[in-house]
């Protein structure tokens, strides 16, 4: 691995406080006026309680009040930037993420709080969304570390983790009392030398030439990053 000359180094800006666009998705800083009723409908509710099985601190939330003050409150008090995700061809709000232990004299930030509703779960919209934030936090603001992390009993985030190009570092053992119960943390990461290849595998895959007419991929990410 080659270290970079860090000599003339600078603090990163604050990531957030732009929309980010794409083909598919458009990301905008959560804004409660405007986002507030069809963000609780996306992931609020009884019938959406188990997207948040496996996150300390947050849901489920059963009413938008209660999602509110949750969300401001952890804003406040741990320095959360929150997004929504909106699908571009229907306007509907379908998840959100978080910016968060944001370290701008590293240039390191991890995404969290990463809620999918079940409609954009394993779509392309979620990849893309996945994609954009990666590209504001390396592209745009020039950090060198990007982290992601999760339950180690969730093991769908720890695919979508691996799927998506991080790296796992290992697993912080009894890290967090999550609901009742013990929680095991496991770490992922990529750094900003890794970035190069992993966006050249998400803009392929990404690609309208690597699907069909009814949406279906001719390969999967996977598969482009291996070269197949």
């Known amino acids: 691995m080659t270290i970079k000359d860090l000599s003339t180094w600078t603090p990163r800006p604050r990531p957030g406080g732009v929309v980010l666009k794409g083909n598919l998705v458009r990301l905008e800083p959560l804004n409660w006026d405007k986002h507030e009723l069809g963000l609780f409908s996306a992931v609020g509710g009884h019938e959406n309680a188990g997207l948040w099985k496996h996150l300390p601190l947050l ?13 401001d409150h952890l804003s406040r008090t741990r320095d959360w930037i929150t997004y929504v995700i909106i699908d571009s061809a229907t306007e509907s709000l379908e998840g959100m993420f ?14 969290g709080a990463v809620v999918f509703g079940y409609a954009l779960q394993r779509t392309r919209q979620a990849t893309e ?7 504001h936090v390396f592209d745009d603001l020039g950090y060198r570390r990007y982290e992601w992390k999760c339950d180690d009993q969730n093991t769908a985030s720890a695919r979508a983790a691996r ?11 009894n890290d967090m009392v999550n609901k009742g119960r013990n929680r095991d943390t496991a770490w992922f990461s990529i750094t900003d030398g890794e970035w190069p290849d992993v966006k050249a595998a998400l803009e392929a895959w990404l690609s309208p030439r690597n699907f069909d007419g009814n949406g279906t991929q001719f390969k999967t990410l996977e598969e482009v990053r291996m070269g197949r």
């Not at 969304?129 to 590209?135: I, K, P, R, S, V």
């Open 129 to 135: 969304a996945l994609y954009l934030m990666a590209c």
């Open 163 to 173: 799927r998506f190009g991080f790296v796992y570092e290992g697993t912080f053992r």
């Open 98 to 111: 978080c910016f968060m232990r944001i370290r701008e004299d590293y240039g390191s930030v991890e995404i």
């Open 59 to 71: 849901g489920p939330f059963l009413d938008p009040d209660q999602f509110r003050d949750r969300i």
